[in-house]
């Protein structure tokens, strides 16, 4: 027996037994181990198999990236991809953590009561140069839509801090990187789906139900608050949504392939 043929019966077997992941979770630690990880690997890992919970922070840490500087863009990650580097950086973004929000609590735009997402909302809004005259304005489309993500991300990382960077870069990457690719997302969700199953499709338009679609909850905020985070974390099932992710993700690399990592 091959060791590729030994890898994947050992895969079946323990799926089979209840032990999920257990190869691939070694298979990150090999990754985790280099001193200087590996982006682009940690990247195919990441979109290929679950993340374990305990290497889900740093994971995100090193792949999620932020603008620093204003144009020309500069990104980098919240951590860099040499382990030396690791705790100095950490200690930095802990420092920046905190200085703005004591900001914060000195022009009393937050107290204890303020929830922890919004505290989040406010400290980005701060350095985004887009903090209000008033915590008492009107939310915007893409404050909901951070609120949203931070309530996800709140109940995948526990560390505050940790929380607020990951939610922070993720939105920002979202926003720079893909903005211009959202909105052709519902007419590739129609080109798809008539692919995998064009009577669904033919149905929904049938009855007018396209348009209905709740395209802004599942795409602007990457289903946050339409599936639950511990399927969008892809861990632990929840009635058919984690078979719903599974399939979704199976599809995009059918018609998408993997996408290469890059800032």
Same mark, same amino acid.
């Given at each position: 027996m091959t060791e590729d043929s030994q890898r994947n019966f050992r895969s079946v077997y323990y799926e089979k037994v209840g032990f999920r992941g257990v190869e691939e979770k070694k298979s990150l630690e090999i990754l985790l181990k280099d001193d200087r990880l590996d982006v682009e690997k940690l990247c195919t890992f990441s979109q290929r198999f679950p993340l374990p919970s305990m290497y889900r922070?740093?994971?995100?840490?090193?792949?999620?990236? @932020?603008?620093?500087?204003?144009? &020309?863009? /500069?990104? *980098?990650?919240?951590?860099?991809?040499?382990? #030396? !580097?690791?705790?100095?950086?950490?200690?930095?973004?802990?420092?920046?953590?905190?200085?703005?929000?004591?900001?914060?609590?000195?022009?009393? @735009?937050?107290?204890?009561?303020? &929830?922890? /997402?919004? *505290?989040?909302?406010?400290?980005?809004?701060? #350095? !985004?140069?887009?903090?209000?005259?008033?915590?008492?304005?009107?939310?915007?489309?893409?404050?909901?839509?951070?609120?949203?993500?931070?309530?996800?991300?709140?109940?995948?990382?526990?560390d505050s801090v940790d929380c607020y960077w990951v939610t922070r870069c993720f939105v920002n990457q979202l926003n720079n990187k893909y903005r211009d690719s959202l909105p052709q997302l519902p007419k590739a969700f129609e080109q798809y789906l008539n692919l995998e199953d064009s009577r669904l499709l033919s149905h929904l338009k049938t009855c007018s139900a396209v348009s209905r679609l709740p395209y802004d909850l599942w795409f602007k905020r990457c289903f946050a608050g339409c599936l639950p985070e511990s399927s969008l974390q892809r861990q632990i099932p929840q009635d058919s949504s984690d078979a719903i992710v599974s399939k979704a993700i199976d599809l995009w690399h059918k018609h998408c392939g993997t996408p290469v990592h890059s800032a």
């Open positions: 922070a740093l994971v995100w840490k090193v792949l999620l990236v @932020f603008c620093p500087f204003p144009p &020309p863009w /500069v990104f *980098v990650g919240i951590l860099p991809p040499h382990h #030396e !580097s690791h705790a100095q950086v950490m200690t930095y973004r802990k420092e920046q953590y905190s200085d703005v929000l004591h900001a914060l609590e000195v022009i009393r @735009f937050i107290s204890d009561a303020t &929830p922890q /997402v919004e *505290v989040y909302l406010h400290m980005h809004r701060l #350095e !985004s140069g887009k903090l209000p005259r008033s915590p008492s304005f009107p939310l915007e489309p893409e404050d909901e839509v951070f609120l949203a993500i931070a309530k996800a991300m709140e109940e995948m990382v526990e």
